[in-house]
């Protein structure tokens, strides 16, 4: 099966008092086929654990790479912000970055920097 793809909300340039404020959308890790975003070199990965019932209940978070992955461990109510991403080492054949949760406890968000 292919990866679930995590779609990127874009970051608006900022209002007339200079904040620029935007809503995303949260998409549950995909356990058994993973995770993927389009790759600009301008994202931002966030990602949480929201089994906050059991703290003590640990999630991974991967990140792949082209050359290797790396893991960051959530326990339950715990957030993660990771980037911005680069495309070199980080950006797939295909332009994806893949990502994945070990349950669907871990859910993403991709912001983008206009």
Same mark, same amino acid.
């Given at each position: ?17 200079? =904040?620029?404020? =935007? ?39 991967? =990140? ?15 957030? &993660? ?17 893949? &990502? ?11 912001? =983008?920097?206009?």
């Amino acid at each position: 099966m292919p990866r679930t793809t995590v779609t990127p909300t874009s970051i608006s340039g900022g209002s007339s008092v200079g =904040v620029g404020f =935007v809503e995303f959308t949260w998409t549950a890790a995909d356990a058994s086929n993973g995770n993927q975003f389009v790759s600009t070199g301008k994202e931002f990965l966030i990602a949480r654990n929201v089994n906050a019932d059991s703290p003590l209940l640990d999630r991974i978070v991967t =990140v792949l790479k082209t050359n290797g992955q790396i893991e960051y461990t959530l326990s339950g109510g715990e957030y &993660l912000v990771a980037g911005q991403i680069p495309t070199s080492g980080y950006r797939q054949a295909d332009n994806y970055i893949y &990502l994945d949760g070990s349950h669907a406890d871990i859910e993403f968000a991709v912001l =983008v920097l206009p």
